[in-house]
């Protein structure tokens, strides 16, 4: 029985350009109380633009029903389950954003003295400390913006270290499992990629891994959990076989959510790690972004962190700009501030225990999920599996129902789908993470979607691969899209 | 739960994990504490900054009015708490939304096609140079002084391990514009991007045309910069760019201590393979319903990997989402009368001061100070609760005795009368 589909507002909706209209207005400014200026006589008359050729005109109650027709369009965490493996969707508490919008917090300019901005020096220091109790590491730097700038970070403080040290090697080591920022990020700081093969338990193969690496090798770039989420239980050993060799240990912080209060990356041999704080730290999605990507470091990476950094002046916080060894920047200001603050309101409002607390009931469910489904969907790997289980479409395949087809069919079910097809290692993967958020009768609920969808399968695999049949749109064509793209509006 | 599981206990869960890696202790952190106690503890260090104080700060970060429609539409849940719109059936929402915005952008800039956002302003410059040595094959920028001193650090920091070398060109000290003399000498045949910022970082109208010129000239593409989107609201989109470049901080996006924003990159039609980000396209649905979908995707990292225009994964989707709105709230009329107010105070000023170039400017100029030191005025004017202009020395040492001041639609005209007071 299908329990959580309803009918839904569904509306032809015209772009804002199309429903446009001149002289319809949607704002107010206050008067001038100043004299107004000439625009061609300030700036020149060949700079000033005739118009905005067919931009929007539209009142205040069509924006407000546009956009808010528009969001009843998508699914949110609002609605239920995510169970999109390693992105966490957990919930985003609705305390962060208002904390976020403090006006002496929002409104605070990056360039205002620094003796005006303490409050805000004192949140970033604050986290900063916390970050580093929480890897296990020595230093923090909040500058980077999501995770991918994070890698970029974390790669170029290698570099820097190793380029001290005479030689920055030319290569970085990427398992096939891992997530495509890790690869695309080791050529944008100039390495070559050099891929490892998984073993058959679909984990780091240590033995590979003592073979290949040389004083060629600047670091490996690791995820733990990984991307099946199994703990790599050698990666101990991996951190001795890199540092013998000076090499470096990189760790993809993206399954945090398996390891905050139980195991830090500090302890186990890491020498830099990115974290992001729109998964492990609830900072919300948002359609895709904001992110920030702290990067944390042992002290011998320190000298070299991105400039600025937070210095204790007496009393007060101060911007060291003096880091003669820094990287430099990875962007301007200090980082995605707002994003730091959800972030720290969510820890305090955990703290230690609730942090640990959060982590347990991730991986227990994880693994109720993994149990409970294991008659239905082939489970590639058998090693234990923390915050986030891997299946494969092994058994539906052979009706000709793909990883993708289940998961437009879970739609139906009021789902949004798990991650498809990753890891590239599994053939038809279905990546499924539930985060703690979810109480057993949400996890029931999806437990029971699938387990029918499975029998679906077998009775009418055809239902399944023409599925979604209750959403706003039905399958789009992806195809023509990329084949001839239409990437803006344009008058008829 | 447990039972389905077969354990005894949820630390049976972790039993598996090497006993080196696992940690022993409780972790070093306070007790969680409740929502009111949250709330206070940020009221407390919102406190501790600067409240109830005029500023005239810009430099990149500016003080808009934020239309109370914006936070009502970014507060939705469907919209905050939604992911990446990879499952494009229910994701209509958002994708209908980026494909507005990526319209609108390309209507204020004149481009043909605009991305779904970047990072910020900052690391659009190195995603837009990158995009210019993929498509002429060369491996040298040319920058103006008169771009964001931060940008400009940023692009070094991306372009060093690129292979890529990155060289300035001066400004003229009598119009605060490039100079067009040293751009020319500097100029060579291995160059991929000439970049400019216009509005530049004095606030002057920019020579883009002329700049433009000599790039086209030697084979290397012109890159627009722009970290002041209000001013696209009054100034015509120049013709000569190949790449646009910009921050949309001004769009309702709370300065917040430096982030989040959103930046973007749009570019000419021709380009568009070799543009980094998420691109929403059109497309059609089975039953012929216009639907959106994210599209040429074997550009990004999850299908290229290592030869990915970009490593970039997260875009601004909830800032980009602000953006929108604040676009649809001051249409077409609204934004050129938002531009018409910055132009007018920000001359109020300047006309009772003295500006130190003579070059046009939209809403931020330069004033030399004589007689004291910009840091002196400022705490001067910090006894009279005003935050005055930023003082340039640390970023153009030739500028030492000069401050970067702004006045935007938000700036008083009492707090303006008191600065000549101070400033001449």
């Not at chain 1, 479409?393 to 990753?422: M, W």
């Not at chain 2, 372009?159 to 100079?179: L, N, R």
């Not at chain 2, 910069?225 to 709370?254: H, K, N, R, W, Y």
Request: with cysteine.
């Amino acid at each position: 029985m299908i329990t959580k589909v309803r009918n839904h507002l569904s509306q032809n909706e015209a772009l804002l350009f199309e429903r446009s209209s001149p002289g319809k207005k949607a704002y107010q400014l206050p008067d001038l109380d100043v004299p107004p200026v000439d625009a061609a006589a300030a700036l020149g008359a060949e700079n000033v633009r005739t118009g905005i050729q067919d931009f929007p005109e539209v009142s205040e109650v069509e924006a407000i029903r546009h956009f808010t027709r528009l969001s009843t369009w998508n699914y949110a965490i609002d609605h239920g389950m995510y169970p999109l493996g390693s992105c966490t969707m957990k919930y985003n508490p609705r305390v962060n954003e208002l904390v976020a919008r403090t006006e002496g917090l929002a409104w605070a300019h990056p360039y205002q003295p620094e003796a005006l901005a303490q409050g805000c020096m004192e949140v970033m220091a604050r986290l900063e400390g916390i970050l580093a109790e929480i890897t296990g590491m020595d230093a923090v730097t909040l500058q980077p913006s999501a995770g991918a700038h994070g890698e970029l970070t974390g790669i170029l403080l290698i570099r820097a270290l190793l380029e001290k040290r005479g030689d920055p090697r030319k290569k970085i080591l990427v398992p096939d499992s891992a997530h495509g920022t890790n690869p695309a990020t080791a050529a944008i700081a100039g390495y070559a990629v050099e891929n490892v093969k998984s073993t058959a338990a679909g984990l780091l193969d240590v033995s590979a891994l003592e073979r290949i690496v040389n004083r060629d090798v600047a670091a490996l770039m690791v995820t733990n959990p990984n991307t099946l989420g199994v703990f790599e239980e050698n990666i101990v050993r991996a951190a001795e076989i890199l540092h013998a060799k000076g090499a470096m240990l990189y760790m993809d912080g993206a399954n945090m959510n398996a390891l905050v209060g139980i195991a830090r990356p500090g302890d186990f041999g890491v020498d830099v790690l990115h974290l992001n704080l729109h998964k492990t730290f609830s900072t919300p999605h948002g359609g895709g972004g904001p992110g920030a990507g702290p990067v944390a470091v042992k002290k011998a990476l320190e000298p070299f962190l991105p400039v600025p950094r937070l210095k204790r002046s007496g009393k007060k916080w101060a911007w060291d700009y003096k880091r003669k060894h820094s990287i430099g920047r990875v962007r301007a200001f200090y980082g995605n501030f707002g994003v730091l603050v959800r972030a720290l309101a969510y820890i305090l409002a955990h703290g230690g225990p609730g942090l640990r607390n959060a982590t347990v009931d991730a991986v227990l469910n994880a693994n109720y999920i993994r149990k409970r489904l294991e008659p239905y969907y082939d489970l590639p790997y058998s090693s234990p599996s923390m915050h986030e289980v891997v299946f494969s479409d092994a058994r539906q395949a052979a009706n000709g129902v793909r990883t993708g087809d289940i998961a437009k069919r879970l739609i139906d079910y009021g789902f949004h789908p798990y991650t498809v097809s990753f890891p590239m290692i599994v053939h038809g993967a279905l990546m499924i993470e539930p985060t703690e958020t979810e109480g057993t009768s949400e996890l029931d609920a999806f437990i029971d979607a699938m387990i029918s969808i499975a029998k679906e399968v077998e009775l009418d695999p055809q239902f399944v691969k023409d599925a979604p049949y209750s959403t706003r749109t039905s399958r789009v064509d992806e195809v023509t899209a990329a084949r001839k793209p239409v990437l803006r509006w344009k008058r008829p | 739960m447990m039972d389905a599981c077969g354990i005894d206990s949820p630390e049976a869960l972790f039993a598996h994990l090497p006993e080196a890696a696992r940690l022993s202790r409780p972790l070093e952190l306070p007790a969680g504490i409740s929502e009111y106690e949250i709330v206070e503890y940020f009221r407390q260090r919102a406190a501790e900054n600067a409240n109830g104080y005029a500023s005239f700060l810009g430099a990149g970060v500016y003080n808009h009015f934020r239309p109370v429609l914006v936070d009502a539409v970014a507060s939705r849940g469907e919209f905050l708490t939604s992911y990446t719109p990879y499952q494009a059936e229910i994701s209509q929402g958002t994708l209908t939304a980026i494909f507005e915005f990526q319209t609108m952008i390309c209507q204020l800039t004149g481009m043909d096609v605009a991305n779904a956002s970047m990072y910020d302003g900052s690391t659009a410059v190195p995603e837009a140079v990158m995009m210019a040595a993929r498509l002429t094959g060369k491996g040298r920028a040319l920058i103006a002084r008169s771009v964001h001193p931060e940008y400009r650090e940023t692009l070094r920091t991306y372009a060093k391990h690129q292979g890529m070398s990155v060289e300035e060109f001066g400004y003229s000290p009598e119009a605060g514009t490039i100079d067009l003399e040293d751009l020319d000498r500097k100029m060579d045949d291995l160059t991929a991007a000439v970049i400019v910022q216009s509005p530049n970082f004095f606030g002057i109208v920019d020579q883009v045309k002329a700049a433009g010129e000599i790039a086209h000239r030697r084979g290397a593409l012109l890159i627009l910069i722009f970290t002041e989107a209000v001013s696209l609201g009054i100034l015509e989109p120049p013709a000569e760019p190949d790449i646009v470049a910009g921050e949309l901080q001004s769009f309702a996006i709370s300065p917040s201590y430096g982030g989040p924003f959103a930046g973007i990159i749009a570019t000419r039609e021709k380009y568009v393979r070799q543009m980094p980000g998420r691109l929403v396209g059109q497309t059609t649905d089975s039953r012929g319903n216009r639907a959106f979908c994210l599209t040429l995707s074997t550009r990004e990292q999850h299908i290229r990997r290592e030869r990915a225009t970009s490593n970039i994964c997260t875009n601004q989707a909830l800032i980009a989402l602000m953006a929108t709105v604040f676009m649809t709230v001051y249409g077409k009329e609204g934004l050129r009368e938002l531009a018409g107010q910055n132009l007018a105070k920000a001359h109020y000023l300047a006309g009772r001061l003295k500006p130190r170039f003579d070059g046009k400017f939209f809403n931020e100029f330069v004033v030399r100070l004589e007689g004291r030191t910009p840091e002196q005025a400022n705490k001067a004017l910090l006894k009279k609760k005003i935050i005055g202009g930023l003082p340039l020395g640390r970023f153009y040492p030739e500028l030492a005795d000069c401050m970067l001041l702004c006045a935007t639609e938000m700036s008083r005209r009492a707090d303006m009368d008191a600065l000549p007071e101070v400033l001449s």
